[in-house]
């Protein structure tokens, strides 16, 4: 599984998957069901993501991912 880097953070392809979801406003409901996966699931991927970014809220998501890597999050969808 390829992992992106920025200088500090490292993102799994999976998390860049959820990334970009969450980028076009997908619930965990939703990316669950593109994901293959349960919604609780979808919702820890989110959490990590957070914690791993630093943000509170999970709308600040893609702002910080691309704030981190540069990288366009509606890109990774």
Do not use: W
């Not at 998390?15 to 669950?32: F, H, P």
């Not at 959490?47 to 943000?55: A, E, P, Q």
Request: proline share 6%; aromatic share 2%.
């Amino acid at each position: 599984m390829p992992i992106i880097e920025s200088p500090t953070i490292r993102f799994t392809e999976r998390q860049r998957q959820v990334v970009g979801l969450l980028a076009e406003g997908c619930s965990n409901v939703e990316i669950a069901d593109v994901l293959g996966v349960s919604p609780r699931t979808a919702k820890a991927h989110c959490d990590v993501l957070r914690s791993k970014l630093g943000v509170r809220r999970r709308r600040q998501i893609p702002v910080a991912y691309r704030a981190a890597t540069g990288e366009d999050p509606l890109m990774l969808g």
